[in-house]
T-cell receptor, first 120, second 113 residues
Framework: GAVVSQHPSWVICKSGTSVKIECRSL??????MFWYRQFPKQSLMLMAT?????????EQGVEKDKFLINHASLTLSTLTVTSAHPEDSSFYIC????????????????FGPGTRLTVL | KQEVTQIPAALSVPEGENLVLNCSFT??????LQWFRQDPGKGLTSLLL?????REQTSGRLNASLDKSSGRSTLYIAASQPGDSATYLC????????????FGKGITLSVRP
């Protein structure tokens, strides 16, 4: 079945540093990937849509210069949190739609295991 | 703007009980609805997906129904087990596989042995 991986699974960094999170579709290609953020006991909130070969589309209220997204290939999207601050501490999850490709369900979104970011 | 509501936020039941988790959404113009399971500190596992033209989907002890006109979906879990303890989220998609999902806050289920 379709698998989406994320790396790292957790990261602790000092305030002011930048952190890169990778999202990979392991056995299928994804022209679109989604980045979500989840605060404790809250639901997932979409941050941006990552598009292979073009700029990402950001949701209202999400700073594109702070959360840099690069969809480098059909299997890789990266989210870089620049100059991270404690309020950026959260659980970041990516997803990719299967779109009925080989080994995937039609219209099913496949989620990565998430990355726990803690900014000190 | 689509809003997805799941009430109650938490539920505790004894093992073996059949239970229903509810989800409601404000905009009935959806493409599909998905139910997910999330274990603490983990990502999401897709349980069931219902297309807007469908009324229900079944997988093992799980059955999900969809009433698009009233903006409601239910997830039925038969013969609950302690291993079913997790947070269950529903999410709707407006335009298909490449469109974003709008999530509810989830229902945290605890099944007592």
């Amino acid at each position: 079945g379709a698998v989406v991986s994320q790396h790292p699974s957790w990261v602790i960094c000092k305030s002011g540093t930048s952190v890169k999170i990778e999202c990979r579709s392991l056995d299928f290609q994804a022209t679109t990937m989604f980045w979500y953020r989840q605060f404790p006991k809250q639901s997932l909130m979409l941050m941006a849509t990552s598009n292979e070969g073009s700029k990402a589309t950001y949701e209202q209220g999400v700073e594109k210069d702070k959360f840099l997204i690069n969809h480098a290939s059909l299997t890789l999207s990266t989210l870089t949190v620049t100059s991270a601050h404690p309020e950026d501490s959260s659980f970041y999850i990516c997803s990719a739609p299967g779109m009925g490709l080989a080994g995937t369900g039609t219209d099913t979104q496949y989620f990565g295991p998430g990355t726990r970011l803690t900014v000190l | 703007k689509q809003e997805v509501t799941q009430i109650p936020a938490a539920l505790s039941v004894p093992e073996g009980e059949n239970l229903v988790l509810n989800c409601s959404f404000t905009d009935s113009a959806i493409y599909n609805l998905q139910w997910f399971r999330q274990d603490p500190g983990k990502g999401l596992t897709s349980l069931l997906l219902i297309q807007s033209s469908q009324r229900e989907q079944t997988s093992g002890r799980l059955n999900a129904s969809l009433d698009k006109s009233s903006g409601r979906s239910t997830l039925y879990i038969a013969a609950s087990q302690p291993g079913d303890s997790a947070t269950y989220l529903c999410a709707v998609s407006k335009q298909g596989a490449n469109s974003k999902l709008t999530f509810g806050k989830g229902i945290t289920l605890s099944v007592r042995p």
